[in-house]
């Protein structure tokens, strides 16, 4: 992985301590794709990421051990050089044999001798130590990518599912919409009522003209009868009883005289 820190040593311990594991590990870090990876690309880098965990663990533990032993030999040294001037004041008055002050100097020598193995094995577990912990944040990271992608392409899926609901039930609804509007403008049966309606409207009109033609002579001839009636009640309102006797039996009227 282009983006990792000291990938050919990192590559190079794995191959030295993880074997088979560290070509996993190198293909799974340079290879991983997480817009086109699928779910069991996912699960074999997760597998991977478990696997450099514990081997992570395992170098912690390590490195706490040669840390440790780094310690406890500097202390070692750093007393016996204290106690090295005790021992040559003794020697000097005799005190302690020259066979114990020879040993006690071997074993100081040693442990000095021994001292910058032990800081080297400190070093190279630590370096080992991070190195593993790159890798698991590299492997973490590319997990972590793998699943915000996942949740992204879940989202957008979502969304294009609720969109595609949302247009399918507006099609349903404008063809419901069409359909109605067809019936109301192209129903036979409606067509039909309507046709009718109008025709004996037609009727119902001509009808009522031949109606208003024969009842125009009817409607003169009481208006004269009226009239008639009117006038002859008019003559005969202001009559004397003498002069109604005349009429009603048909003699002709007095002279006023």
């Known amino acids: 992985m282009s983006n ?58 390590a490195f706490d051990k040669e840390h440790g032993d780094v310690v406890r ?4 040294i750093a007393n016996d050089e204290k106690a ?11 005190k302690i044999s020259e066979a114990t002050v020879s040993l006690f ?13 032990e800081i080297q094995e400190e070093a190279d577990a ?11 944040d590299a492997l973490s990271k590319q997990l972590a990518d793998f699943d915000a992608a996942a949740k992204k392409a879940l989202q957008e899926l979502a969304a294009a599912k609720a969109q595609k609901d949302l247009q399918q039930l507006r099609m349903e609804r404008q063809e419901q919409l069409s359909s109605l509007s067809s019936m ?16 004996v409207s ?22 004269i009868n009226a009239i008639r009636q009117s006038v002859a009640q008019a003559d005969t309102a202001g009559e004397t009883a003498l002069q109604r006797l005349q009429r ?10």
């Open 4 to 61: 990792l820190n000291g990938w050919g040593l990192t590559a190079r311990l794995i191959s030295k301590h993880f074997g088979a594991l560290g070509d996993r590990v190198s293909e799974a870090i340079a290879n991983f794709d997480p817009e086109t990876a699928t779910e069991a690309d996912r699960d074999r880098l997760a597998a991977t990421l478990r696997e450099t965990a514990q081997k992570l663990a395992s170098a912690r533990s």
């Open 73 to 76: 030999l500097r202390e070692l």
């Open 84 to 94: 090295a001037l005790t021992l040559a004041e003794r020697l000097a008055a005799g």
């Open 105 to 117: 100097c071997d074993e100081l020598e040693a442990n000095k001798a021994r001292l910058p193995v």
């Open 126 to 136: 630590r370096e080992y130590m991070d190195e593993l912990q790159k890798i698991v």
């Open 184 to 199: 109301q403008t192209h129903s036979t049966a409606l067509n039909a009522l309507t046709r009718r309606a109008q025709s």
């Open 202 to 223: 037609n009727e119902a009109a001509g009808l009522r003209i031949v109606a208003d033609i024969a009842q125009k002579p009817l409607d003169q001839a009481a208006e």
């Open 248 to 257: 009603l039996s048909g003699a002709k009227p007095a002279d006023a005289a």
